[in-house]
T-cell receptor
Framework: DQQVKQNSPSLSVQEGRISILNCDYT??????FLWYKKYPAEGPTFLIS?????DKNEDGRFTVFLNKSAKHLSLHIVPSQPGDSAVYFC??????????FGTGTSLTVIP | NAGVMQNPRHLVRRRGQEARLRCSPM?????VYWYRQLPEEGLKFMVY????????ESGMPKERFSAEFPKEGPSILRIQQVVRGDSAAYFC?????????????FGSGTRLTVV
């Protein structure tokens, strides 16, 4: 059972435009949500996170939005840069202190 | 300050052999997690360990797989009698405490190929 879902396997965006990556979850007990970025042949690296008590967190070009009623999370990257091309994983923490990951969205930013 | 170190980076095993994957967490981190990424899939939780203790192994296959994190030395993920379906990237992550807003720090992974 996939508790965290990323329904778009891939996304292409023109450089300078906004990238929006989406994530849905099923467990209302998740209390932290994170986005990780992964380049080929490397491990995932932490990008940005949000607590379930907030609805928005911003860090430079990256903003994460949380809609608890819809159980939906999104990551906005603006402006998108070619170096942002990577696979982005959404993750959510349960009370057992482990994170559940989505299947990832491969972002390509076209110069 | 080295990050999470995994070795080997690549491991090739014949069917029926044993695979041992090693993970040294970041300095000061006492919580270790193992994840597996099968081709075209996301990261699947396998096991969560603290020093000398298995906290949660709900994601571990019931047979052939085991993990340990001894008092001294790296964490080891052991796969006995490997089969082709075990071919995957295995990632280790660590955190200083149960993970919160900054999640884990991941290693670069071990890519296991079973031939």
């Amino acid at each position: 059972d996939q508790q965290v879902k990323q329904n778009s396997p891939s996304l292409s965006v023109q450089e300078g435009r906004i990238s929006i990556l989406n994530c849905d979850y099923t467990n209302s007990m998740f209390d932290y949500f994170l986005w990780y970025k992964k380049y080929p042949a490397e491990g995932p690296t932490f990008l940005i996170s949000i607590s379930s008590i907030k609805d928005k967190n911003e860090d430079g070009r990256f903003t994460v939005f949380l809609n608890k009623s819809a159980k939906h999370l999104s990551l906005h990257i603006v402006p998108s840069q070619p170096g942002d091309s990577a696979v982005y994983f959404c993750a959510a923490r349960n009370t057992g202190n482990q994170f559940y990951f989505g299947t990832g969205t491969s972002l390509t930013v076209i110069p | 300050n080295a990050g999470v170190m995994q070795n080997p980076r690549h491991l090739v095993r014949r069917r029926g052999q044993e695979a041992r994957l090693r993970c040294s967490p970041m300095k000061g981190h006492s919580h270790v997690y193992w994840y597996r990424q099968l081709p075209e899939e996301g990261l699947k939780f396998m096991v969560y360990l603290q020093k000398e203790n298995i906290i949660d192994e709900s994601g571990m296959p019931k047979e052939r797989f085991s993990a340990e994190f001894p008092k001294e030395g790296p964490s080891i993920l052991r796969i006995q009698q490997v089969v082709r379906g075990d071919s995957a990237a295995y990632f280790c992550a660590s955190s200083p405490t149960p993970p919160g807003i900054y999640g884990y720090t991941f290693g670069s992974g071990t890519r296991l190929t079973v031939v």
